[in-house]
């Protein structure tokens, strides 16, 4: 078997599956890897239903995304770890801010891991917390560092701009 190296940089690309309720639009796309075109394509693929669970909080995506045994490096307090912890997440988040979108701005394949830049974006209209949302717009942004082994995600470190949600929420008050 050759073993080569594959470039990839896509603008504007969607990829999706089928029938799903929403798709996560891809600014750009970037694959560096020297990986079976199968297994670079399974790493996209599960990358792709962890995004579009994110924006449809359908736990069937979850569920075909990542691994039974996955971690979450970066866990907050008070959410549960392994698989039951983004759905955890996705449901608090939801319940604040229901209309809660994610589009994927930047993907960098490389091997078994995968680095994704994206932002969330909708409205608080529910409740976090103590405080109830007015309607305010939501948008930050965050980053991700999964590993895909066998087509699944089993490991996630991640980075939110909190202090612009939060604050956008009216949870913290930002000094100008």
């Given amino acids: 078997m050759h073993k080569f190296l594959v470039v990839i940089a896509l603008a504007g690309t969607m990829l999706s599956a089928p029938a799903l309720a929403k798709e996560v639009k891809i600014d750009d796309l970037v694959v560096v890897t020297s990986m079976p075109a199968a297994q670079r394509d399974a790493a996209i693929d599960a990358t792709n239903a962890f995004y579009q669970f994110w924006n449809t909080g359908d736990e069937a995506l979850l569920k075909a995304a990542i691994a039974p045994d996955f971690t979450d490096h970066t866990l907050p307090p008070g959410r549960p770890q392994g698989p039951q912890g983004p759905a955890f997440a996705s449901k608090r988040f939801r319940a604040a801010v229901p209309d809660l979108s994610v589009e994927v701005r930047k993907m960098v394949v490389a091997g078994d891991y995968v680095t994704v830049h994206m932002e969330f974006t909708g409205h608080f209209t529910g409740s976090f917390g103590q405080v109830k949302g007015k309607g305010?717009?939501?948008d930050f942004i965050a980053t991700d560092l999964?590993?895909?082994?066998?087509?699944?995600?089993?490991?996630?470190?991640?980075?939110?701009?909190?202090?612009?949600?939060?604050?956008q929420m009216g949870v913290a008050k930002v000094e100008q």
């Fill in 136 to 138: 305010q717009a939501i």
């Fill in 146 to 167: 999964i590993k895909v082994s066998n087509g699944r995600i089993t490991d996630n470190w991640h980075i939110e701009d909190n202090l612009t949600l939060l604050s």
